[in-house]
């Protein structure tokens, strides 16, 4: 697995008929992330997207609400990743 930067460009240099898919997820439970205070995800969920992407010949799958925000982020300015910054 590659970083999203990455990804798109490392497509072109793979064999024909193989298609590398960014997978990302944040914390996944159970010993991952033992000492990380924090929600994680189960792993059962998450293979089932990474298996749902490949069959859907998905390009990328982010696999939790922290990838989806980390994801958006940048456009969506700092508050998108930290609502505690607009939190009164």
């Known amino acids: 697995m590659t970083g999203p930067a990455l990804a798109p460009g490392n497509r072109s240099v793979y064999l024909p008929g193989m298609k590398p898919i960014g997978f990302h997820v944040g914390y996944v439970d159970p010993d991952m992330a033992v000492g990380v205070d924090a929600p994680k995800s189960t792993a059962g ?7 749902d992407g490949i069959v859907s010949g998905a390009h990328e799958v982010l696999a939790d609400d922290l990838t989806r925000r980390v994801k ?11 609502p505690q910054l607009t939190a009164a």
């Open 45 to 51: 969920p998450v293979a089932a997207q990474a298996l």
């Open 72 to 82: 958006a982020g940048p456009a969506a300015g700092p508050a998108a990743l930290c």
